[in-house]
């Protein structure tokens, strides 16, 4: 069965569990490095489950999704009520070839729009974190909700990246 858009959004924020969104966000990159770190192309390119993603995949989805946020809080902040289009992640990952792309190279890329992101986030004024724009699929969503959402929805790849490479070292 699929979850509602608001069994989503309620389960990606359940992952900060109280956890600052920023210190999270800052913190990603090196602890997906930290997990990459030593393992195999082999591991890093086996599907854990039919259907599901294997690390290439997951972190080529976060590169992306960094691409993706940073232009949606930008466009929000310069036209605040702007609508804000959704995409399909499974369509993007087949278009992108997401299953043959480097998860090292991947990293790289989104750790310096992370860096990008979080720096220009440092710079707004306490208004514009209210300032929101209108998801096609979730509503309206402020800057301050874009950013806990993305730090949730870190917090939820790196435990399949943990879990998929535990499960490939079991699996040699």
Known sequence: MEETVQQYRERILSNLDGKDPRKVQAASAARLAK?????SPKQLARKPAPG?????????HL????????W???????????????YDQDAWAAAGNYAARDARKSLEFFRRARE?????????????WQHY??????????????VNMIAGHD???IRQVEAALAAGRKGR
Do not use: C, F, Y
Request: proline share 3%; aromatic share 2%; hydrophobic share 45%.
């Open 35 to 39: 997990l990459l770190r030593g393992a």
């Open 63 to 70: 590169s992306e999704t960094e691409i993706v946020v940073g």
């Open 52 to 60: 599901k993603w294997s690390v290439n995949e997951i972190v080529a």
């Open 72 to 86: 949606r809080m930008r466009a929000i902040v310069g036209a605040p009520g702007t609508a804000i289009q959704a």
């Open 116 to 128: 990008a992101n979080l720096d220009w986030l440092r710079r707004l004024r306490p208004e514009q």
């Open 155 to 157: 917090l939820n790849h």
């Open 133 to 146: 724009g209108i998801h096609a699929e979730r509503g309206q969503e402020s800057i301050e909700t874009i």
